[in-house]
C-alpha cells in the first residue's frame, strides 16, 4: 500500500535471498556452518529446512543471524542511497524481525504493523503452514507486541477489514510526508 502512495520499498526477505544464492559468501558461510543437509538438489538452501533448524535451536539462530545480517543490513545501506540519490523522498525497509534485530535503532521512524494474538497465529498457520508447535516457536523467538509497540513511531493495526488498514495506512503516509527530510539511511 506505501508502494502505491509513492514509497519505494527495500524487503529484507528479498535481500536474505539475494545474499544467499550459490556460491555467494553468506552461501558459503551457511554451508561450511549447517552442513550440505540444508541444501536442495539445486543447491540453493533450504529455507523451509534452515527455519527448522534454527528455531530448534538458539545457538544456532544467532549463528545464522552473524552470517546474514550485516549483509543484509550492508545491501539495504546501499539500496537505500540508490534510491536517495535518484531523489526518493520516502524509502521504507520491510523487515519482519526489526526490532529483534535492533534496527530500530539505526532506523526511523519505524512502522509497526500489529494484529492481536489469535489472529497473528491464525495467518501464520495460513501462510506458512506451520503447526501450532511451529507457531509457538515462531513467536517465542520475537521481542514481545507489547514492547515493539513502545518502540515503534507509528503502529498500523491490522484486526479489522481492508478499508480500516488503507486509511490507517494513508493516515501514516500523510504524517511520514510532512516530516522533515533526514540524512540517514538503514
Not at 17 to 30: L, T
Request: hydrophobic content about 40%; overall charge positive.
Amino acid at each position: 500500500m506505501l508502494r502505491e502512495l509513492g514509497a519505494k520499498i527495500i524487503n529484507a526477505d528479498d535481500l536474505a535471498r539475494s545474499i544467499v544464492q550459490p556460491g555467494k559468501e553468506a552461501w558459503k558461510e551457511i554451508v561450511a556452518a549447517f552442513g550440505t543437509e540444508v541444501l536442495r538438489q539445486d543447491r540453493t538452501i533450504d529455507r523451509e529446512k534452515l527455519r527448522t533448524d534454527i528455531f530448534e535451536d538458539a545457538q544456532k539462530r544467532k549463528r545464522l543471524d552473524s552470517i546474514t545480517h550485516p549483509r543484509i543490513r550492508a545491501l539495504a545501506q546501499a539500496r537505500a542511497q540508490e534510491l536517495a540519490a535518484k531523489g526518493s523522498a520516502i524509502i521504507i525497509y520491510e523487515a519482519p524481525l526489526l526490532f529483534e534485530n535492533e534496527a530500530h535503532l539505526w532506523l526511523r521512524p519505524v512502522i509497526l504493523v500489529a494484529c492481536d494474538d489469535a489472529l497473528q497465529r491464525q495467518r501464520l498457520k495460513a501462510r506458512d503452514r506451520l503447526s501450532e508447535v511451529e507457531i509457538k516457536k515462531h513467536i517465542r523467538a520475537q521481542m514481545p507486541l507489547s514492547e515493539k509497540r513502545q518502540l515503534a513511531d507509528f503502529v498500523i493495526e491490522n484486526d479489522g477489514d481492508l478499508d480500516d488498514l488503507k486509511k490507517q495506512v494513508k493516515d501514516v503516509w500523510e504524517k511520514l510526508r510532512q516530516q522533515p527530510a533526514v540524512g540517514s539511511t538503514p
